[in-house]
């Protein structure tokens, strides 16, 4: 019989707003250490699932490094991106873009959101810089934008020129794309066009439609019933347009699993260059070596900022329910959890707990995110201890 040490592993997300993954990760292991001590081997595994924290695990993972980038956000004020850097298995440079560096909610949330207008001309500036480093192949990484402009803005900082039936450039933002007429594509940026491309994205949506960019990641971007039509059918136009600029199959483009996220902000790549569409997590997992640390745990802390029926599709948490063992136990520690105890034993998790000590203000819980999830898992591993306990009277 082995006499091994128990194997306890944490997994979490970022909970944004609040910490990082790998700081999630050690506060969640403060508070499993506080009950169970050396008597178990606690490993940390920060995940991130295309979006916010996938720049700074794959660096980490991949020895890269992080380049500093003026750029502008989604509104078009100067702020300051990343480009990671590092060497591509086959000995080419590869950058790493988290898009929402440069077109994130975060970055304007001190101002009026305008979802008609923001534009995601700062990715362009970042993927132009990413060029200029060297760079081969591109990684970009979806998630938590504020724009919904399919990738317009970042196309026209490619080279590309987005045109009314006048001649004229389009305005900036899904408001522009109502009046696209063409796109010229003669000055498209050479390097571009060669490169290597690969999105990671953290949702399956289509570009248009009941599940698409529009009808479900609008609103959250500040964006009322009409404009939500509004965007819509400019996301439609800018499908049809490209379509017909290259040939394409405008059907198959709009409904590719993943084309929606972030505003549709990967379409002109794909379209374009070919760019393959990756799940964000998937990516992460296999990146940070998931699979192999999961081997022989008993016991599995993942988490997010919330749990709800979207964390079971393509986050974080069913990513780890995916690599891990069936015998696992699976524990969710998360801001807040909007499934039911049925719900959450249905989808494979053992347990989900919130985070929040009673009625809390959310800048309350961002504030003292570590502690909590500290607390809280030093909570779940005493009432676990309690019943193995229990188990032996």
Do not use: Y
Not at 127 to 149: I, K, V
Request: with cysteine; glycine share 12%; aromatic share 2%.
């Amino acid at each position: 019989m082995s006499n091994a040490a128990p194997i306890i592993v944490i997994a979490p997300d970022s909970l944004k707003g609040s910490c990082s993954s790998p700081e999630a990760a050690a506060a969640i292991a403060r508070g499993v250490r506080q009950v169970f001590g050396d008597s178990v081997e606690v490993r940390e595994v920060p995940m991130a699932d295309g979006g916010e924290g996938t720049l700074d695990a794959l660096v980490a993972a991949w020895r890269g490094n992080i380049a500093r980038v003026p750029t502008t956000d989604a509104l078009g004020q100067a702020i300051e991106g990343r480009v990671g850097l590092g060497d591509a298995p086959n000995g080419a440079l590869l950058a790493i873009i988290e898009t929402a560096d440069a077109n994130g909610l975060p970055a304007v949330s001190d101002r009026p959101l305008r979802p008609l207008d923001a534009d995601t001309a700062g990715v362009g500036t970042l993927l132009r810089a990413a060029l200029d480093a060297g760079a081969s192949e591109l990684l970009l990484c979806l998630g938590g934008s504020a724009t919904s402009d399919g990738g317009a803005g970042m196309l026209r900082e490619l080279g590309a020129q987005l045109l009314t039936d006048r001649g004229e450039s389009i305005a900036p933002g899904a408001r522009g794309l109502l009046e696209l007429h063409r796109i010229d594509l003669w000055n498209l940026d050479e390097r571009a066009k060669s490169a290597s491309w690969r999105i990671a994205c953290d949702v399956d949506n289509p570009l248009t439609g009941s599940r698409g960019a529009a009808a479900v990641f609008a609103p959250q971007k500040g964006a009322n019933k009409a404009e939500v039509e509004l965007i819509d059918r400019a996301l439609n136009r800018l499908a049809d347009v490209l379509a017909e600029t290259i040939g394409l199959d405008c059907a198959a483009l709009k409904q590719q699993a993943g084309i929606g996220a972030a505003g549709g902000l990967a379409l002109g790549l794909s379209a374009l260059f070919g760019a393959e569409l990756v799940p964000g997590s998937q990516l992460v997992s296999a990146a940070v070596g998931l699979p192999a640390a999961l081997e022989g745990a008993t016991l599995v802390f993942t988490g997010e900022g919330r749990f709800d029926s979207q964390s079971l599709d393509g986050k974080v948490v069913s990513q780890v329910l995916s690599d891990a063992a069936s015998e696992s136990t699976v524990i969710v520690l998360a801001g807040s959890v909007d499934l039911t105890p049925a719900q959450t034993r249905e989808a494979g998790v053992s347990a989900a707990f919130s985070i929040a000590r009673g009625p809390a203000a959310l800048a309350d819980m961002q504030l003292n995110a570590e502690t909590l999830l500290e607390a809280t898992a030093a909570q779940v591993c005493g009432a676990i201890l309690a019943a193995k306990n229990l188990s032996r009277v």
